[in-house]
């Protein structure tokens, strides 16, 4: 088992930025592949961002590319999304999640193919 927990979430501005982290935990952090999904109220969870396990490989959405980096630093078991010129349609729960890998793709855009998640965290930009 993994257990993702998610942080960095909170209330900005239009045009502000935010940094989410995921702590991971449970297996070797270097094995699995990383994403972000996000979940608006009444829509259904959509892909965000991905990284494979090295870091140096990475798919995004296109409504978040240019805007926000994926990272991770397997040293802290920890991955990050950092989310810049934030959009009230950016306003979500975001999701962690994590699938084993033992290629470098950095994950799949559907839910089903991720294995782990996160319990969320809030992010709202007003306008």
């Known amino acids: 088992q993994v257990q993702l927990v998610e942080s960095g979430g909170g209330l900005v501005q239009a045009g502000g930025s935010l940094r989410l982290s995921c702590a991971a935990s449970g297996r070797t952090f270097s094995n699995y592949a990383m994403g972000w999904f996000q979940q608006a109220p009444g829509k259904e969870r959509e892909f965000v961002a991905s990284?494979?396990?090295?870091?140096?490989?990475?798919h995004y959405a296109d409504s978040v590319k240019g805007r926000s980096t994926i990272s991770r630093d397997n040293a802290k078991n920890t991955v990050y999304l950092q989310m810049n010129s934030l959009k009230p349609e950016d306003t979500a729960v975001y999701y962690c999640a994590a699938t084993w890998s033992n290629s470098d793709y950095p994950g799949g855009f559907e839910e089903y193919e991720w294995d782990y998640w996160g319990q969320g965290t809030q992010v709202t930009v007003s306008s």
């Open positions: 990284i494979n396990w090295s870091g140096d490989a990475t």
